[in-house]
């Protein structure tokens, strides 16, 4: 299944009526306030409403995919658009309140464009006495970024958490959901530095 020029036109046409404020929609001014623009569904156009009209086939008018609907949109966007959740709330049957409220909820999902790695260290009591903020501070350094942010590459988006709940491994980082234990900011540099090299030899194969 696929999205039609006139689909996106209705699309268009309801924003009007589903566009409620922050306090409607449960969750923080300042964090609606970071649902990201430029959108990959504006931009790339009809080629990315192909994308999730494929997400959504088969699950038109069901309410009990909506987490599940999330998550690929996740996974094919690097994020949660704007311009996406609202289809999404139009297509399944659920009203955009309930939609946002989901995408807010949990840590998986992410409002704003994440790098195609994802790192995470872990700032535990456990991790910080064995050196987890030496280790933040290198890996900041290395990619340029503060927690929070992505690379302007697109390749890594650096985050860190209160306990990742295994503690006895700190330091611990986890890569693209890999757990490293016992990590060092030696050794975290150099994985850094390999993935960095992996993904310029895949985009060379691929050119």
């Known amino acids: 299944m696929s999205f039609t020029r006139q689909n996106a036109s209705a699309t268009t046409n309801t924003r009007n ?3 409620p404020s922050p306090q409607q929609a449960g969750c923080q001014g300042e ?4 649902v990201p623009t430029p959108n990959p569904l504006a931009e790339d156009g009809y080629k990315e409403l192909s994308k999730l009209g494929a997400i959504l086939e088969g699950r038109q008018s069901r309410p009990d995919q909506l987490t599940e609907v999330l998550q690929d949109m996740q996974t094919q966007f690097q994020y ?19 939609v946002f409220q989901v995408a807010t909820f949990y840590k998986a999902f ?3 464009p994440r790098g195609r790695h994802l790192l995470t260290i872990c700032m535990g009591t456990a991790c910080h006495v064995r050196g987890s903020p030496r280790l933040l501070d290198t890996v900041a350094g290395q990619l340029n970024i503060s927690p929070g942010e992505t690379t302007p590459d ?21 890569l693209d959901g890999v757990y490293r234990d016992h990590i060092t900011p030696g050794k975290l540099r150099k994985l850094i530095a390999a993935i960095y090299k992996q993904d310029k030899k895949e985009l060379r194969d691929n050119a």
């Open 17 to 19: 009526r589903m566009n």
């Open 31 to 34: 964090r609606w306030a970071r």
């Open 80 to 98: 949660l658009p704007e311009d996406g959740l609202r289809i999404v709330a139009e297509r399944l049957g659920i009203p955009l309140i309930q």
């Open 110 to 112: 992410s409002l704003t």
């Open 154 to 174: 697109g390749a890594f988006t650096l985050q860190k958490v209160n306990c990742l709940g295994c503690c006895a491994l700190g330091p611990v980082a986890v």
